[in-house]
């Protein structure tokens, strides 16, 4: 809430202090949780200089699958300083960015998309050239509590079409690639398994090959492991649509065939981590064939510091743990399972690769003492985490793009660009920090200070 002294100031006062009067401007404290040089002169002919720091209000969202308060690290994010809240919904995701979804504001009446807009050079020339003068990239803490649906983000073309189509269901036009940085261990599914597990899945799971087939089982089971291309993508797709749009009735039934024959068995041997794992999801999601489709995907655990990237019309669905998440900035998400939402069934089943390769784990780059960089491959974002032991100082050379900073743990001092005083980060303060700003950070506590930022692919910045 801003203090009373900005709330009582002259509205000019107020515009020009957020940089809404047309000209590039500094911001004062006033309460606003900016940080920049001290004001200039209202007459002042030379054009004050871009802020520093702005510190941002963000949003939770309260999807269903999120981790319940105390036990939410979006909760306690957003909610820090919160005193004696009850506050048991789900705190799914914390989104820190500009999409008209949940966009992050520097005051109450101030998104930051509207300041960007106001402020194009705060996002660097090529930035603000390429992405149409808005942020493009959306950033997030996640706290996954059960199973995401099984879904795909669509490229750019696919996209237009389905916004242009149906907007209430698909809000933007834009693709929507994604990062995961697991920050505990994080579970997920990711892309199609290879050709021989989905032979042994058609071989040892009777509900699945009852569902998919006889003529498109044997299809399957008669593929060479050693070839590849169109041949096995065509046969995958054929399978997977024919399980995806079985009938409530005959998925119903094959699950509760599956549960069965599972108990039994498990009486005799040590269930496969893939069967644990469908026991698991039915217990969130009773008959829901995205309990089947688990069969058809990879398996992935995350350790913390590792990370999955997630292109363009792949199938994925989170499962348990917490992560930080980078995207396009587009919400842009076809369903086809695990989910009380809108389910687009023929429209996933028709966009998928289809490729069969185990999804990459990205491990990091050290980038300089204290800071691992996250590089995927396309050019909205990358992700950095900085880890300084107490004590210990770094400093972020300025870039010719925008940055958002998430401090995670730990204390210490901020500085940046031209201000004369540092400023006290802590726990669940969030900056945007314009383009071409240096950042230096000093942890003050005994506790490390672990802070995430969020930027534009340095391979498209140099």
């Not at 660097?124 to 099984?150: E, M």
């Not at 506790?447 to 340095?458: A, M, T």
Request: hydrophobic share 40%.
């Amino acid at each position: 809430m801003a203090s009373s002294t900005a709330a009582s100031a002259p509205a000019s006062t107020l515009e020009r202090r957020l940089c809404l009067g047309g000209r590039r401007g500094g911001m004062g404290l006033g309460g606003l949780g900016l940080l920049a040089p001290p004001d200039v002169a209202v007459d002042d002919p030379a054009p004050p200089e871009m802020p520093g720091l702005l510190r941002l209000r963000c949003a939770a969202q309260h999807y269903d699958w999120g981790r319940r308060g105390a036990d939410s690290l979006v909760a306690r994010l957003s909610r820090r300083g919160v005193v004696g809240d009850a506050d048991d919904r789900p705190f799914a995701e914390l989104w820190m960015g500009t999409h008209p979804a949940a966009p992050s504001s520097l005051a109450p009446d101030v998104s930051l998309r509207d300041w960007i807009a106001r402020n194009p050079a705060a996002l660097g020339r090529a930035v603000a050239a390429r992405w149409g003068g808005d942020l493009p990239f959306l950033f997030k803490v996640l706290s996954v509590a059960k199973a995401l649906s099984i879904q795909a983000h669509p490229d750019r073309e696919l996209a237009a079409a389905l916004h242009a189509r149906r907007p209430a269901t698909y809000r933007d036009g834009n693709h929507k690639p994604e990062m995961a940085v697991a920050i505990t261990e994080f579970h997920a599914l990711c892309g199609f398994a290879a050709t021989k597990e989905l032979k042994e899945v058609l071989r040892t799971v009777p509900e699945v090959q009852e569902l998919v087939g006889k003529e498109e089982s044997s299809k399957l089971l008669s593929v060479k492991e050693q070839d590849g291309g169109i041949g096995v993508r065509s046969y995958l797709k054929s399978a997977f649509t024919k399980l995806m749009v079985a009938s409530e009735e005959a998925v119903s039934e094959a699950i509760s065939k599956l549960k069965s024959r599972l108990s039994g068995e498990s009486k005799v041997r040590t269930l496969t981590k893939k069967e644990q794992l469908v026991l698991s999801l039915e217990k969130q999601y009773p008959g829901d064939v995205g309990v089947l489709a688990a069969f058809f995907l990879n398996y992935v655990k995350l350790s913390p510091g590792e990370a999955l990237y997630v292109g363009s019309n792949e199938p994925h669905a989170y499962l348990s743990g917490e992560c930080i998440e980078c995207m396009a900035t587009s919400d842009n998400v076809v369903r086809a399972g695990l989910t009380p939402k809108y389910r687009d069934v023929q429209t996933l089943c028709s966009m998928l690769t289809y490729n069969q390769t185990f999804p990459e784990v990205l491990r990091g780059v050290p980038v300089q003492p204290y800071v691992t960089r996250y590089t995927p491959s396309t050019d909205e974002f990358e992700v950095d985490l900085y880890l300084l032991p107490p004590g210990k100082s770094v400093t972020m050379s300025p870039v010719p793009g925008p940055s958002i900073f998430l401090v995670m743990t730990g204390e210490g001092d901020i500085q940046a660009g031209s201000m004369l005083d540092s400023a006290k980060a802590k726990e669940g303060d969030i900056y945007f920090v314009p383009a071409h700003t240096e950042v230096k950070l000093h942890t003050s506590g005994p506790r490390s200070l672990q802070l995430y930022r969020s930027g534009v692919n340095s391979r498209f910045l140099s």
